[in-house]
């Protein structure tokens, strides 16, 4: 479904270049949710919008292959594009009070994909944005279509921008944070709703989000971010319970668990991500990592490991130490 190859994005500022994504490789299949965790600011969501060629003013893919059901995306001219984003891709943004236009009916928003990728008629294109705002359990789903984004909940809005997402039947959606700013019981909501449409209509899920929490039982596979790189990639069992990277173990305990004492101080990773505008020459969690060794500093670890389980750490978690280890998982 999807296949991207040492994909390399840099942000031109205005006195620096930032290496935002530097070599990531991965793929998802038909009907596979992905997760793709990691820190703020480690290239989750530049990744998920250089998929959509929706990168922010001075964003650029300077390498790298984005192959879309075997489309070369990178390399399509934007017209082609826009005939994909929308259609065949589809997007869930982090914050659907900012995504979805104040100015317009949600009605409108939702027929809208429809009216320019299908060529439905105007009361076509009604009728089933009404059928799409019931699908994803928005209710009273008839009279909402003239009411306005600020006029609905947070949790509301998100199933509107589902709703927006998934009104032609992409073959993968991009969720990225989905359930942000959510209340513990509307994420859980949404999560199960994603989780059953996939189910459904067979796409394929790209779920982004720095919450281990929310891939756990909800992804097939996951992949750990830092500063720009991959760092580990398994599937959700193996990256819960045979985790090989450092940093995967420290997000593992930055987790809050129901058996910690409140006289213990919450656990947080030291320090601070690198400067990507100057990535460091090894590897880039080493000067937080309390395993960094000289090795470590000297060059970039390369991803080693089976074909479903990669890890780049030059002194990785031993795996009968880490089985059991961590509390939360699938």
């Known amino acids: 479904m999807l296949e991207v190859a040492d994909l390399r994005v840099d942000i031109a500022l205005r006195r620096a270049t930032v290496h935002a994504v530097d070599g990531v490789s991965f793929s998802i299949g038909p009907g596979e949710t992905v997760g793709l965790v990691g820190e703020s600011g480690c290239g989750k969501t530049t990744i998920g919008l250089a998929l959509l060629q929706l990168l922010p003013a001075g964003g650029a893919i300077v390498g790298g292959s984005i192959q879309l059901e075997g489309r070369e995306m990178a390399a399509l001219p934007e017209a082609e594009v826009r005939r994909l984003?929308?259609?065949?891709?589809?997007?869930?943004?982090?914050?659907?009070?900012?995504?979805?236009?104040?100015?317009?009916?949600?009605?409108?928003?939702?027929?809208?994909?429809?009216?320019?990728?299908?060529?439905?008629?105007?009361?076509?294109?009604?009728?089933?944005?009404?059928?799409?705002l019931e699908l994803v359990g928005l209710p009273?789903?008839?009279?909402?279509?003239?009411?306005?984004?600020?006029q609905l909940s947070g949790g509301m809005r998100q199933r509107v921008s589902i709703a927006i997402a998934l009104a032609c039947e992409p073959a993968l959606l991009v969720a990225d944070e989905p359930t942000t700013a959510l209340d513990v019981t509307t994420q859980d909501q949404i999560l199960e709703l994603l989780a059953r449409l996939r189910a459904e209509i067979g796409m394929a899920v790209l779920l982004i989000t720095h919450d281990l929490g929310v891939v756990a039982g909800?992804?097939?596979?996951?992949?750990?971010?830092?500063?720009?790189?991959?760092?580990?990639?398994?599937t959700t069992n193996q990256i819960f319970y045979e985790t090989?990277?450092?940093?995967?173990?420290?997000?593992?305990?930055?987790?809050?668990?129901?058996?910690?004492?409140?006289?213990?101080?919450?656990?947080?990773?030291?320090?601070?991500?690198?400067?990507?505008?100057?990535?460091?020459?090894?590897?880039?969690?080493?000067?937080?990592?309390?395993?960094?060794?000289?090795?470590?500093?000297?060059?970039?670890?390369?991803?080693?490991?089976?074909?479903?389980?990669?890890h780049a750490c030059v002194h990785p978690v031993q795996q009968e130490a880490a089985v059991g280890k961590s509390q939360v998982g699938p």
Do not use: W
């Open 85 to 132: 984003r929308g259609n065949r891709i589809g997007i869930v943004f982090q914050d659907p009070l900012t995504s979805l236009n104040p100015t317009m009916p949600i009605g409108v928003q939702v027929a809208e994909p429809l009216r320019i990728h299908r060529d439905t008629s105007a009361r076509g294109a009604r009728g089933r944005a009404a059928e799409l």
């Open 140 to 150: 009273s789903p008839k009279r909402q279509l003239d009411r306005f984004p600020h």
């Open 218 to 234: 909800r992804a097939d596979r996951v992949l750990v971010m830092y500063a720009g790189k991959l760092v580990e990639a398994g």
């Open 244 to 310: 090989r990277h450092r940093y995967t173990e420290a997000l593992l305990r930055s987790i809050p668990r129901m058996t910690t004492s409140r006289k213990e101080a919450l656990y947080s990773i030291p320090g601070q991500p690198p400067d990507l505008s100057r990535p460091p020459r090894g590897c880039r969690f080493a000067t937080r990592c309390a395993y960094s060794t000289e090795e470590c500093v000297a060059e970039v670890p390369p991803l080693v490991g089976s074909a479903e389980h990669l």
